[in-house]
């Protein structure tokens, strides 16, 4: 089988550097494979995506020699959604939820006030159609979640190594929203199988939704990729980078002046045990590469440093 990663943005804005480490690590473990790389925008948000955005994302993807094979726009592709989301209705795996936001708000307080786990209650699917009929009379609309089976979710991470999540401990999750709009979850599953993706490669947050997914992979009649969840990016103070990604987004370094293999190298070897030396070339950066050599602990990105890399390239 090829194999076959994807880099999934939302083109709600520009990508930064904790985006395009993804990206990176995504392309060269592609190219390493001899195998294939897709850019597929989750632009299922209407409302926030925009053209523009994802011409940008492209714009700065093609900067850093980062080419897709393929492209794809979720936003084209609803009707495989509408067609699993009817077979797990069917199967009784997709259940309708009547809850209002305040409703579900006051629930989980009340549990956190009880010392217990804020996890859904399940009232949704105890429900009988005479329930459901007067909630729909009295104006409610449905949101739609997935019943999981509570078991434990076995894999082996290509970064994390051995994970192990019970998904008894986690609210069945809202695939639906009661305007008829998906979360990213099930869009994802379901590209990933028709997409015939072999590894999926993203930060650690996401590490818990990967238990999710892999139950809904299997409710489709699929089997889960291989997972390889790397750790996030943090400052050279330890501490997050999320309030300040406007400086560190792909855009703002280009019109720096920064070298794209500048930006590559260090989005590559950062957080391995590789040293972070500059390359000014995919290919000897494909021979350093390995994704086994990625680190559990956080990577620290220090924009002086890149500033230096950056200045030994320019002078090599």
């Known amino acids: 089988m090829t194999t076959t990663v994807r880099f999934a943005p939302s083109p709600t804005g520009r990508i930064h550097i904790g985006n395009a480490r993804t990206a990176i690590l995504n392309w060269l473990f592609a190219r390493k494979s001899d195998g294939r790389f897709i850019l597929r925008f989750d632009d299922t948000d209407t409302e926030r995506s925009t053209k523009e955005f994802a011409d940008g994302i492209a714009a700065d993807l093609d900067w850093l ?19 699993a989301a009817e077979k797990l209705k069917q199967e009784g795996r997709l259940y309708a939820c009547y809850e209002t936001a305040e409703e579900l708000d006051y629930k989980r307080k009340r549990q956190l006030a009880r010392h217990q786990p804020p996890i859904y209650d399940r009232t949704g699917l105890n429900l009988n159609d005479d329930d459901r009929a007067k909630l729909v009379a009295d104006g409610r609309k449905p949101h739609w979640r ?11 991470d290509l970064v994390r190594g051995d994970v192990h999540i019970d998904t008894a401990s986690l609210s069945d999750p809202v695939l639906i929203r009661e305007d008829g709009s998906y ?52 400052g050279a103070d ?3 980078l999320s309030k300040r990604l406007g400086s560190l987004s792909i855009a703002a370094m280009r019109e720096d002046g920064l070298e794209a293999m500048a930006v590559v190298s260090h989005g590559a070897l950062i957080g391995t045990s590789e040293a972070i030396e500059p390359h000014t070339s995919m290919d000897t950066l494909l021979e350093a590469f390995d994704l086994s050599k990625l680190s559990r602990a956080p990577g620290r990105f220090d924009m002086t440093e890149l500033e230096n890399l950056n200045a030994r390239i320019v002078h090599q």
């Open 146 to 156: 997935f019943k999981l089976d509570q078991r434990d979710i076995h894999w082996h």
């Open 238 to 240: 330890g501490k997050g």
């Open 65 to 83: 020699g980062l080419t897709p094979d393929q492209v794809y726009r979720q936003s084209e592709r609803f009707a495989l959604y509408d067609a």
């Open 183 to 234: 979360l990213y979850t099930l869009p994802s599953v379901v590209d990933d199988i028709d997409m015939g993706m072999t590894h999926i490669i993203r930060g650690e947050d996401h590490t818990t939704n990967a238990a999710v997914q892999v139950e809904i992979f299997e409710a489709l009649g699929a089997a889960a990729p291989v997972f390889a969840h790397h750790s996030l990016l943090v």
